[in-house]
């Protein structure tokens, strides 16, 4: 794994969750000092494979925080936008679990990890189901192809209006990074096709690719991350707008597959260490949620082998820490 999540901390440094998050002086001050903790880190790789995510500049770190209460903390480069790319997924997934119910998303799409490559055509002959996930590429452009509506424009302002209902502000899409990636998406046409074949997509497999593709250059902030994790968080309200987007019973489906397969091959290693769902993206974003207590957003381009941001992994895992939030750690019953 990764060497940077090695870095160990204090035994005591790690705090123990109280249900709840500290005071916001507190929650403010750790933003910050994560911010400058980890803002030197030089470590990763800025993804390069379209020109307009090559052109990132590898300096470039923002962090934020949302909490259940609506409240907002952020450092650094929190409102530069940048596309979304694979954080979509967990959220057009959450939208079509609302549309049809967690079951029949279940089914459709199922919910197992693949220990493979994201856009691996390896994972789809190898499962007698073939798609195995919604966090990898196959499962997501078969849950894009769920999506509701009568064409692909219906299809496109329920997914575009969905999507800026967590984020809690009508989210644009970045043309440029739309067609330098559709001009070069043939492996994610092959997988819908390939799909399509097994009879595991739900609409036109072309039709479905283009989708996805602009699903995943939709532009974001550190800050609307941060919002969009604060929904999950809270049951799927989200507490910036006040507004239920999803029922709570789809939401705790959603972190469950976000644990189970949100870091790419690095999910174990992630949940192992930070003890949180999350979903990071190529173009350097990561989404972290700590359930009925905050979303955490943060971008920073250079990515670690496994494709995941190095310094969004190393500051939450601090975050994490500091604040308590991972969902696993406990400390006895005071029987004293
Ligand atoms: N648009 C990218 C793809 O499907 C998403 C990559 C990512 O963020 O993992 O290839």
Not at 17 to 26: C, F, I, K, M
Not at 258 to 275: F, H, I, K, N, P
Request: charge should be negative; aromatic fraction near 6%; hydrophobic fraction near 40%.
């Amino acid at each position: 794994m990764h060497r940077l999540l090695h870095e160990e901390h204090a035994a005591d440094a790690v705090a123990v969750s109280t249900g709840r998050l500290p005071a916001a002086d507190a929650v403010a001050a750790l933003v910050r000092e994560g911010h400058e903790r980890y803002r030197g880190v030089r470590d990763g790789a800025v993804a390069d494979y379209i020109p307009a995510l090559a052109a990132a500049d590898p300096a470039w770190f923002g962090v934020a925080l949302c909490g259940v209460d609506g409240g907002l903390f952020a450092a650094g480069d929190a409102d530069r936008v940048f596309s979304i790319q694979s954080i979509s997924k967990p959220f057009v997934f959450a939208l079509v679990c609302q549309a049809l119910g967690g079951g029949r998303a279940r089914d459709s799409i199922g919910v197992n990890a693949t220990g493979l490559p994201f856009n691996s055509v390896m994972a789809i002959e190898l499962n007698a189901r073939r798609t195995m996930n919604p966090m990898v590429n196959a499962g997501a452009i078969a849950t894009t192809s769920l999506i509701p509506g009568a064409n692909e424009d219906e299809r496109w302002d329920f997914l575009c209006d969905g999507l800026s209902r967590f984020a809690g502000r009508t989210l644009a899409m970045d043309q440029g990074v739309y067609e330098s990636e559709a001009a070069s998406n043939q492996r994610n046409r092959g997988i819908a096709r390939l799909l399509h074949g097994y009879g595991r997509m739900y609409s036109d497999p072309d039709e479905a690719t283009d989708l996805y593709t602009r699903q995943c250059a939709l532009m974001v902030s550190a800050r609307d991350l941060a919002v969009m994790g604060a929904t999950l968080a809270d049951g799927g309200v989200n507490p910036v707008t006040g507004l239920r987007v999803l029922y709570p019973d789809r939401c705790r489906r959603i972190l469950a597959v976000m644990a189970t397969a949100g870091l790419y091959e690095q999910s174990g290693d992630w949940l192992y260490e930070v003890g949180l769902p999350g979903k990071s993206g190529v173009s350097g974003g990561l989404v972290t949620i700590a359930p009925g207590k905050c979303g955490l957003g943060t971008f920073a381009p250079p990515l670690d082998d496994a494709g995941n941001s190095v310094r969004g992994q190393l500051v939450t895992q601090f975050l994490s820490e500091r604040l308590g939030l991972n969902i696993f750690a406990s400390k006895p019953e005071d029987t004293g």
